[in-house]
Structures are given as structure tokens and as C-alpha cells.
T-cell receptor
Framework: DAGVIQSPRHEVTEMGQEVTLRCKPI?????LFWYRQTMMRGLELLIY????????DSGMPEDRFSAKMPNASFSTLKIQPSEPRDSAVYFC?????????????FGSGTRLTVV | SQKIEQNSEALNIQEGKTATLTCNYT??????LQWYRQDPGRGPVFLLL?????KEKRKERLKVTFDTTLKQSLFHITASQPADSATYLC????????????FGIGTKLQVIP
């Protein structure tokens, strides 16, 4: 397996534009997580899907953020409109059975810069 | 409020010595505690898990302890090597609900040859 695949690796966009981040989890994993990482706040959970259903979206900052998981092999995180404070590294992670016993497998992340 | 604390300053250690990283937490009753390694430009990589009823866990040169009374975990790397240089994150897994994983901010370890 190629691991968790995220695209793009880097994204530079202007304030106000729509940004879509993509994630392909590991085949067979039934849990998917979106995290945001900054120097000041570390890794913050944005949303958790189990069997393609959103279970916990309490970390989604505001209505500008939305996430979907239309099937077991694909998820998107969308920011519309983007703002400079959204600049961060966004990670997707997947696991089997929630990851408590086996840990999460993370992708390489998308570094988002909003100017 | 719930809080996870890791040494925010980098830890520099001589090659061959034992590196010890600390993870303290407050207002948590975790079921598990996990440790991850993160290299620059990469996602975290899972290393070890220790349960609340376990005192110690070992994996090759790694050792983790978990003291639920002190609310602390220690992460040791014995015979440290320059290749061990990375940021190490502790993560607490809650005991209720879907076992949410919350990460500390990480400690950067630099092993000096």
C-alpha cells in the first residue's frame, strides 16, 4: 500500500479564494481524520469520519470549512473563502477501528499558504 | 480545561546517551497514550502505545512509562543516534466516546555526533 496520499503537497492561494485539499486513505481503514498543524497550536483535530460518516466535526473552525467523504477511498477538505490565518499544514490520517490501539497513519500533508 | 504539556524547548543530547522526553497532562483520564515521531516536511509516524494499566512498554531502543498518578509519560531512547533526531509527539486517547486522540505540541530532539 502506498500509504495515505494527500494532494496537493503545497498550495499558495490568494485570500478569498476557494481551496480544496484531497486525501486517499489506506485501503481497509474505516476511520479518517483531518488535522491542522501550526507552530503555536500543534496538531488540532478538525473532523473525524467513521465508515464515511462524520462523527466529530467540533474542531472545524467555522462555516468556511467543510469536509466530505463520498466513499471509503476519498475525502476532501474545502475552505471557502480562504483567509491568511488558515495558513498551516493540513494532515489527513487514517486508521482501523479508530486508531486507539494501532495508531494513525498520516499522509505527508498539504502546506497551505494564503496571501 | 484539558492540557498536554511537552518540553517546548529542543533537547540536545550526545550520541550514545539516553534521551528522555516528558509528557505531562491535566484534566484527562486517558485510556491509552501514544508516541509519534515527526520528521521535517512529513506526517507523524506512530511508534508506541501504552495502556493506562501498563507501567512500561519497550520496543527495541525505545521505552515508554506511564504514571497515571503523576499524570506523566516518559519516553526514552537508549544509545541515541543522529538518525533519532526528530520531533516526538505524545498523544492521549480518551476513554470515552470514540476514543479521540489529542496531540501534544511535540519536543524536538537533536542527537549530536
Amino acid at each position: 500500500d502506498a500509504g495515505v496520499i494527500q494532494s496537493p503537497r503545497h498550495e499558495v492561494t490568494e485570500m478569498g479564494q476557494e481551496v480544496t485539499l484531497r486525501c486517499k486513505p489506506i485501503s481497509g481503514h474505516n476511520s479518517l481524520f483531518w488535522y491542522r498543524q501550526t507552530m503555536m497550536r500543534g496538531l488540532e483535530l478538525l473532523i473525524y469520519f467513521n465508515n464515511n460518516v462524520p462523527i466529530d466535526d467540533s474542531g472545524m473552525p467555522e462555516d468556511r470549512f467543510s469536509a466530505k467523504m463520498p466513499n471509503a477511498s476519498f475525502s476532501t477538505l474545502k475552505i471557502q473563502p480562504s483567509e491568511p490565518r488558515d495558513s498551516a499544514v493540513y494532515f489527513c490520517a487514517s486508521s482501523f477501528m479508530g486508531g486507539s490501539n494501532y495508531g494513525y497513519t498520516f499522509g505527508s500533508g498539504t502546506r497551505l499558504t494564503v496571501v | 480545561s484539558q492540557k498536554i504539556e511537552q518540553n517546548s524547548e529542543a533537547l540536545n543530547i550526545q550520541e550514545g546517551k539516553t534521551a528522555t522526553l516528558t509528557c505531562n497532562y491535566t484534566n484527562y483520564s486517558p485510556a491509552y497514550l501514544q508516541w509519534y515521531r515527526q520528521d521535517p516536511g512529513r506526517g507523524p509516524v506512530f511508534l508506541l502505545l501504552i495502556r493506562e494499566n501498563e507501567k512500561e512498554k519497550r520496543k527495541e531502543r525505545l521505552k515508554v512509562t506511564f504514571d497515571t498518578t503523576l499524570k506523566q509519560s516518559l519516553f526514552h531512547i537508549t544509545a541515541s543516534q543522529p538518525a533519532d533526531s526528530a520531533t516526538y509527539l505524545c498523544a492521549l486517547v480518551s476513554s470515552g466516546g470514540y476514543q479521540k486522540v489529542t496531540f501534544g505540541i511535540g519536543t524536538k530532539l537533536q542527537v549530536i555526533p
